[in-house]
């Protein structure tokens, strides 16, 4: 487990915070509240395995407008055909591949 000092160095004000995990709070509870997702969570904070009741984690909010993949549904679809824009899109959300039903901030 990380302390709370080193997370805060690692954290950019504008785009993250630290939180104190609390009871009955799940990675996938932290995404929705706090809009991001829970791979950007995981791969913040190394996690290997789901949060427990007094672990610091660092939460990195991601701007921008909710999209769940669907079936058939491809990087290059959902980003318009812009190469440009998926590799954002991907960067942003901390994703390599995609899979039906994740949640992605465009």
Known sequence: MIDKV??????????CFVHK????????????????????IVKVNGLIEDVRQGQFVLIEKIDGKEYF???KDTIFKIA????EKSTRIL????????????????
């Open 80 to 83: 318009d055909n812009d190469n």
């Open 21 to 40: 995990v609390e009871k009955g709070e799940t990675v996938f509870s932290l995404a929705r509240r706090f809009h991001t997702t829970v791979e950007v």
């Open 69 to 71: 993949v669907k079936p």
């Open 6 to 15: 080193k997370l805060k160095s690692l954290c950019d004000v504008k785009t």
């Open 91 to 106: 960067a942003k959300n901390r994703v390599d591949f995609l899979y039906v039903g994740q949640k992605l901030y465009i």
